[in-house]
Every structure is written in C-alpha cells, then in structure tokens.
C-alpha cells in the first residue's frame, strides 16, 4: 500500500535551518509528482514546495528563495531543505502524493521555530 514517512522535523532558532525527508513506498514513484504541505496551528493546510516527476520545482511564495525540494528517484525520497527559517514555518510538515486518483499523506513531522 502506499506510504509516505516524513523525518526530520524539531526545534530550530530563526535563521537556521532542517532537511526534511519523505521516504515513499507502494507506487510508482518516478512518475508521480510530491508534495509538501505545511499546517500551523489554526490555519488551514497550503502548500509548501511541489517537485514533479521531472525534477521541477515550484514554492509558495512564502518560502521561494528559503525552501529547496529535491527527490532522489533511486531511493525514493523527497526532501525539503529550509533555510533561514522563521517563526512563521512553525507548523506541522506533511509530505503528500495523489495516486490512482486518492490523496495520500505522511503522519507529519513537526517544525518549530523558535528563540
């Protein structure tokens, strides 16, 4: 079945920075695009970073120039390098993947930023 594991998460101060990892399992994950989403306490669920199966990228306008995402095809895994963070990225991370026309989601890992 499918699986989508996020790591990584923690307690940074602002201006540091995490990697977050997503290791997938259960599909086709070179032909899928990856997703991460992020949800701070209140808010609703937005998107963060999208790689598609072609290795492009693209960011909310929140993180474009912090947050990097990369997937490694080879092992099955996404990653979201955030840099210069903020007190505003504290929020639960979540990796996604729509597959055979399902969502799917990662239990979450959590970021807080703060002094």
């Known amino acids: 079945q499918v699986q989508l594991v996020e790591s990584g998460g923690g307690l940074v101060q602002p201006g540091g920075s995490l990697r977050l990892s997503c290791a997938a399992s259960?599909?086709?994950?070179?032909?899928?695009?990856i997703y991460w989403y992020r949800q701070a306490p209140g808010m609703e669920r937005e998107m963060v970073a999208k790689i598609s199966r072609a290795g492009a990228d693209s960011y909310a306008r929140s993180v474009k120039g912090r947050f990097t995402i990369s997937r490694d095809n080879a092992k099955n895994t996404v990653s979201l390098e955030m840099n210069k963070l903020t007190v505003e990225d504290t929020a639960v991370y979540y990796c996604?993947?729509?597959?055979?026309?399902?969502?799917?989601w990662g239990q979450g890992t959590q970021v807080t930023v703060s002094s």
């Open positions: 259960g599909f086709t994950f070179d032909l899928t695009p």
């Open positions: 996604n993947a729509y597959v055979q026309l399902k969502d799917y």
